[in-house]
């Protein structure tokens, strides 16, 4: 699976990943107020407002970046009827060529891991038919259980050819209480870094394993490190944009080759109709604003890698 | 909340909790040809079956225990069709009195562990109506991304007068890859401990707090120096029986009281059927013999106690 992420970032030119994670506050009122209207104030209403939302989106983007990342609990805070929006969006993506990193953070122990990776991105044996729950194409993985917790995602990565991306360093600003602990000698996030690699040496796909890491974009140091103790697995970078991160920082988190990793912004791309940088937001142009963001933000990263 | 859990356990003399962690290989055959021949090998056929399943089994325990534990990664897999299961599920355990504790493990940063937050314990505004997500009691918290994580989770249990429980040491076997690590001269679980501890500070309810921590069974001496490190955090015991865990065990979880631990178990009540000690397997006679592992467990416990 890692070889088409690969292969999608070569063919965009853009490691760029956008992450959908809707907010009523993002929701232009010309989506809400139709579905207030036609669903009353329900989590349905919200929820079809995060579909229309997205698709509208994806529609101006999915041919200028090779993935998305719903994050679920956005959709999950709307209960049944938001998680049925968060799998259309999924299905709406993958329609549309986009590859989809679940961002769901699941994490426990034996079968209970192994319900969750089937969950996101396996399937089940009911009688002769294999049932499919969310099928995404990757998923995020919490590792505070251990190898119990992340051994039964490797199966199912390989048994469904599916990738999963560990939280390694996190980008948020109390990621070091625990993450940046010192243990023999070095930072807990480094342990963690070594396991992933471990991890993934059973799952390589091309250059890379399935088996990547999540390493937050505001520790760009920490990111160099990192890029050396793991270098078979492809990171995902969050915290580009509204959480501090710049082109700049992102330099480390990259091989030589420009290839080993990929950027998420949510905020910075969904709410850029907002922004009167790209749009005069009384006009609530979602898509066209999109676009020029995730356009700007490519144009950064190149330059970036250029001038590094 | 936890004021709620402590009487609970007094009334019922039973500091038990039923994990609701259903598999299809536990489901009696009558249960499942009933639903497979009804929906035809789907998802749908599953998740009735669990939903049906969990009635049987709470049907036999309500009186007997103050609160049950479904396992969200056993519907999850099973996509929307499961998740409805689980809705119906808790909402069943609610109208019979039962505490819902919801084992989903979550954590994210900021507004993302809000939206979690919201999603099992609180409720969205959408427009002036406050729309409810899957309303457990409780909800399981995983700290690896720090207090940021944590956090929105304690805020929401203060608005909306729940509880949750957070990982501090969990019962797998490979839980000390990072759990255990010595930092600061002492194991990271233990600055875990002290951080539940100092987030339940401002969450008192009652002698406990409702920030409370999950340690597991089956490490007793670290439950013992756990108890100590966090006065105020009650603690969810998980580890019990199947995963080796005994009554004698479970002394050092427990104050002098007796109080301020619950312990769980899943498929020692749940598959207890399947077990000639409590019923002859053929005649599926789940509810009977989930009640008389329950009894069996109440008075190993009590026992236990006892004789410490």
């Not at 990342?69 to 969006?89: R, S």
């Not at 791309?269 to 604003?289: C, F, M, Q, T, V």
Request: charged residues 25%; contains cysteine.
């Amino acid at each position: 699976m890692i070889q088409r992420l690969v292969e999608g970032i070569k063919k965009t030119e853009a490691p760029i990943v956008v992450g959908l994670d809707p907010k009523t506050d993002f929701i232009p009122k010309r989506i809400l107020d139709n579905n207030l209207a036609k669903y009353g104030e329900s989590a349905e209403a919200v929820a079809e407002s995060f579909f229309e939302f997205n698709k509208e989106i994806v529609d101006n983007i999915y041919d200028l970046v090779p993935a998305v990342k719903p994050q679920v609990a956005m959709y999950e805070q709307y209960g049944i009827p938001g998680l049925i929006a968060y799998k259309k969006t999924i299905d709406y993506c993958r329609e549309k060529g986009l590859l989809v990193i679940a961002d769901v953070k699941r994490g426990d122990i034996g079968s209970t891991s192994e319900s969750y990776a089937l969950a996101h991105l396996g399937a089940s044996k009911v009688g002769n038919t294999l049932v499919k729950g969310f099928d995404a194409d990757f998923a995020t993985v919490n590792p505070y259980l251990g190898s119990d917790g992340v051994k039964p995602f490797v199966s199912v990565c390989n048994e469904f050819d599916k990738g999963i991306f560990v939280l390694v360093k996190t980008s948020n600003p109390s990621s070091g209480e625990l993450q940046d602990k010192i243990t023999d000698e070095k930072p807990l996030y480094e342990l963690v870094g070594s396991l992933v690699e471990k991890w993934g040496a059973e799952s390589m796909d091309g250059a890379y394993s399935n088996i990547g890491a999540v390493v937050g974009a505001t520790y760009p140091e920490m990111g160099k490190v990192l890029r050396d103790i793991m270098p078979h697995a492809f990171i995902l970078v969050p915290g580009y944009g509204a959480q501090g991160g710049k082109g700049a920082d992102l330099v480390n988190f990259f091989d030589k080759d420009g290839l080993g990793a990929i950027v998420n912004s949510s905020r910075g791309i969904i709410a850029a109709w907002k922004n009167e940088k790209y749009a005069d937001p009384s006009r609530e142009l979602l898509g066209e604003a999109a676009r020029k963001a995730v356009l700007d933000m490519k144009e950064d990263i190149k330059g970036a890698l250029l001038n590094r």
